[in-house]
């Protein structure tokens, strides 16, 4: 199983913008969809974005489309998420996933522990 390991989050103003970033480690990069969720306070899980790990265009839904954007660096086994003006309601906690290539949406199998991102007004 592959493991991940976020780190990026922290506390910025309305406006602002942060980088978050998942490393990953224990099985090939290209093997996996690699993806970004958030859950807030007393709130479900939110899908935001997806990625192949081998190659082609990100995924983002339409929440977040236009500020976020996700990319990878397959040298490095790390998948990005940029995030661009950031507004109070993205405050959550923002995890990185990854599923078996070709797999459906339920599939998200590998988490990360989560990065705290919070946005002040």
């Known amino acids: 199983q592959v493991q991940l390991v976020e780190s990026g989050g922290g506390k910025v103003q309305t406006g602002g913008s942060l980088r978050l970033s998942c490393r990953a480690s224990?099985?090939?990069?290209?093997?996996?969809?690699w993806g970004w969720f958030r859950q807030a306070p007393g709130k479900e899980r939110e899908f935001l974005a997806a990625?192949?790990?081998?190659?082609?265009?990100?995924y983002h839904t339409d929440s977040v489309k236009g500020r976020f954007t996700i990319s990878r660096d397959i040298a490095k086994n790390t998948v990005y998420l940029q995030m661009n003006n950031l507004k109070p309601e993205d405050t959550a906690t923002y995890y990185c996933?990854?599923?078996?290539?070709?797999?459906?949406?339920?599939?998200?199998?590998?988490w990360g522990q989560g990065t705290q991102v919070i946005v002040s007004s």
């Open positions: 996933a990854a599923k078996p290539r070709g797999e459906g949406t339920d599939a998200w199998s590998s």
């Open positions: 224990g099985r090939p990069f290209s093997l996996y969809t």
């Open positions: 990625i192949a790990g081998t190659g082609g265009p990100g």
